[in-house]
């Protein structure tokens, strides 16, 4: 199929296989719909075993417990499973997940992560129902309970007898949190998965609210800028030989960037650390630095770090390339000068995005569960789904456990959409395959 192009009329010409429209559950479905409801009491234990291993991405042996704990459910229903070691990336690695039907149908990747942001340092570390519709939990949204919609859904395929036909690749991956480095390892899996396969489907929580869902997603990357003046006393700042300094000169450019790039719609741009003085120190690894500097003296160094998220890659080159040029136009005996990190890339909205998302929230109206929306990715943000841009003729994320409080100690779930999103779930893939 043709990967270059997003233009829904092309894309379905080219693809030996449609997306129909629905207008209630077929027997099939209905099928999937009971197993879910009569397995969902053992589906939330095993959630709860899940979210009780810390699996903070720097516990590298807590995050590979996770994986050994459900390998044997994806091996249960005819799944090939393999653990891919991180030393290479500085992690713990990955679970991978293979099952390769001989249906006509599209090839489907399945993305979710087993890493937390908790490490075993902190406090938040164990399941807590809190009344007979939420818990509490470290990673239970993000995303331990879009694992288990992911599991459920394909059982329920499998019980139906629909999953043995499937072209299906699971990635699991063990530092969305934290990625590894370089991500050229880091995200390789994920990368070549995306290469053969057809559509792309995230379990991440999205913006916590069922009836949403992302199409797009805004990339994540850094920038560094170093800037240097010419020291001298303060009494001949702004001497036609001095100049105005180093301190002076990334005030301009940080202006500069706010007033040529804020009106930029679904970009953002934001200097998180600033040291600036006489003599500087910064440690990347720390995420911190020293200054030293007297009110008497112009400064001599200055040093900015931020980051950059645009909806995408040529929303995020325009930016680059305003912000090199504004930082090349330099105060008199100044001198500056900007590195950017790729990051995480954007997921652009697309047209077939837009078609995956008519077909999901087709299933859940026919569940009876309403429509789904796209989020505005001015809220969203970056996820492993994003490597699959442009490699996939269809993405969707945000087909995770809905909730709250994601990355802080007030981490909940709202324990009923974990049966309704996993019967979504199983809807949309058995559909791309009918």
């Known amino acids: 199929m ?84 991180g030393a290479g990336f500085g992690r713990a690695g990955h679970l991978i997940a293979e099952i390769r039907g001989e249906g006509n149908g599209p090839k489907l990747l399945l993305i979710g992560h ?61 530092d969305e949190e934290l990625s590894g480095s370089p991500l050229s390892l880091s995200k390789k899996a994920l990368i070549d998965a995306a290469e053969y396969a057809d559509i792309a489907i995230g379990f991440e929580d999205g913006d916590g609210n069922p009836a949403t869902a992302n199409i797009s997603r805004r990339g994540s990357s850094d920038w560094t800028l170093q800037v240097k003046g010419t020291p001298a006393h303060s009494s001949q700042v702004f001497r036609e030989d001095i100049g105005p300094g180093a301190i002076y000169e990334t005030a301009r450019i940080l202006l500069l960037f706010m007033e040529n790039l804020q009106q930029e719609e679904n970009l953002t741009f934001n200097p998180g650390r600033i040291l600036g003085g006489s003599e500087i120190t910064h440690d990347t690894q720390s995420s911190s630095g020293t200054a030293f500097g007297k009110n008497n003296v ?15 890659l040529e929303q995020l080159e325009r930016a680059r390339s305003t912000m090199r040029e504004i930082v090349a136009a330099n105060f008199p005996q100044t001198s500056a000068e900007i590195e950017f990190d790729d990051g995480y890339p954007p997921l652009a909205p697309t047209e077939g995005n837009a078609e995956l998302l008519r077909v999901y929230s087709g299933a859940s109206l026919d569940l009876g569960f309403g429509s789904v929306a796209p989020v505005n990715p001015r809220v969203a943000g970056a996820a492993d789904v994003s490597f699959t841009s442009g490699l996939v003729d269809m993405a969707i994320d945000g087909l995770g456990l809905s909730g709250s409080g994601g990355h802080t100690i007030n981490e909940t779930a709202r324990m009923s959409a974990l049966p309704s999103q996993s019967k979504r779930a199983a809807l949309l893939m058995y559909r791309l395959y009918k």
């Open 2 to 85: 043709t990967r270059s192009t997003f233009n829904a009329a092309v894309l379905f010409l080219a693809m030996s296989w449609q997306l129909p429209t629905f207008a209630q559950l077929d027997s099939t479905e209905q099928a999937m719909v009971e197993f879910i409801d009569n397995s969902n009491a053992a589906a939330e234990e095993l959630l709860i075993e899940s979210v009780n291993i810390n699996s903070g991405t720097m516990n590298f042996a807590g995050v590979r417990r996770v994986g050994e704990l459900l390998m044997p459910h994806f091996d249960a229903i005819g799944f090939e499973t393999r653990w891919e070691d």
């Open 114 to 174: 087993l890493d937390t942001v908790f490490e075993p340092s902190n406090p938040f570390q164990r399941f807590e129902r809190i009344d007979a519709e939420r818990a509490a939990g470290p990673g239970i949204t993000d995303m331990k309970g879009g694992n288990l919609i992911m599991l459920q859904a394909l059982r329920a395929l499998n019980a139906s007898g629909q999953l043995q036909d499937m072209d299906i690749t699971v990635v699991l991956t063990g």
């Open 298 to 312: 112009v400064a001599e160094s200055a040093l900015v770090t931020g980051d950059l998220r645009a909806v995408s």
